[in-house]
């Protein structure tokens, strides 16, 4: 029932600021990532988030390996937005994001890991509870 991945796919800001650059992956990346995870991890459904609009050969080539897409419908002046995103999060299987503060926020609660998209190998894992050492950015953290 709750056997899916969760994809949060934030690109808005991180297309417009330098820092966030090597953070905003190609529909490639993600496609990739999204394929790998769900083969090794034997998962058949994707609920996917974004901040902007995904294109239909990005939802039908996840549909062509049998995934079943959920793109869940938010109605600003309808729906609670940070209740449906929390909600799909917490009872996902498994989270793949791109430096998303609210993912790992929420991932914490419930996760004891996470997936970020790799150009390399698909996907990289990193541990939650050593996410401040390993999550790779442009910035100098510490």
């Given amino acids: 029932l709750n056997n899916y991945l969760f994809v949060h796919i934030r690109r808005g800001d991180f297309s417009k600021v330098d820092a966030f650059k090597d953070l905003n992956y190609e529909d490639e ?16 459904k994707v609920v996917i988030f974004s901040d902007s609009i995904l294109s ?3 939802v039908s080539s996840l549909e062509s390996k049998g995934l079943e897409v959920i793109l869940p419908e938010i109605n600003y ?8 995103f929390f909600t799909y999060l917490y009872r996902g299987s498994f989270i793949l994001c791109n430096s998303s503060s609210l993912v790992l926020s929420i991932a914490f609660l ?6 970020l998209p790799s150009k390399e190998n698909g996907y990289e894992e990193v541990l939650l509870d050593k996410a401040h050492n390993t999550y790779p950015t442009s910035l100098n953290w510490n």
């Fill in 29 to 44: 990346v993600w496609l990739k990532s999204i394929k790998k995870i769900c083969y090794e991890k034997k998962i058949s």
């Fill in 56 to 58: 239909k050969f990005f």
């Fill in 77 to 84: 002046e309808k729906t609670n937005f940070l209740k449906l």
């Fill in 110 to 115: 419930k996760h004891e890991n996470i997936f």
